[in-house]
């Protein structure tokens, strides 16, 4: 049985709608810091962020002593914006 606890909450629904009750995954050995950088950049593909959440993300990042990580791809996000204008 899939599970929406973590990821793929979408596909679940999905799947949920079209009446399955089992799928196929694919586990990467992600980091938590790249699978947390990850999602972000995932939500802001789809349009769908939201500052408070954004924020409350990014302390944890810190918090967690990643704040080098955070650094490295905010600079990338800000890089990619100015390119794209």
Do not use: W
């Not at 993300?57 to 800000?78: N, P, W």
Request: aromatic share 4%; charged share 40%.
């Amino acid at each position: 049985m899939c599970s929406s606890a973590r990821y793929g909450q979408q596909r679940v629904t999905a799947m949920k709608e079209l009446g399955m009750t089992e799928c196929s995954v694919i586990r990467l050995p992600v980091k938590d810091i790249d699978r947390r950088l990850l999602r972000q950049v995932l939500n802001k593909l789809r349009g769908k962020h939201n500052k408070e959440m954004d924020s409350a993300e990014y302390l944890r990042i810190i918090d967690e002593g990643e704040k080098e990580e955070l650094k490295l791809f905010l600079h990338c996000r800000r890089k990619a914006t100015h390119r794209e204008r």
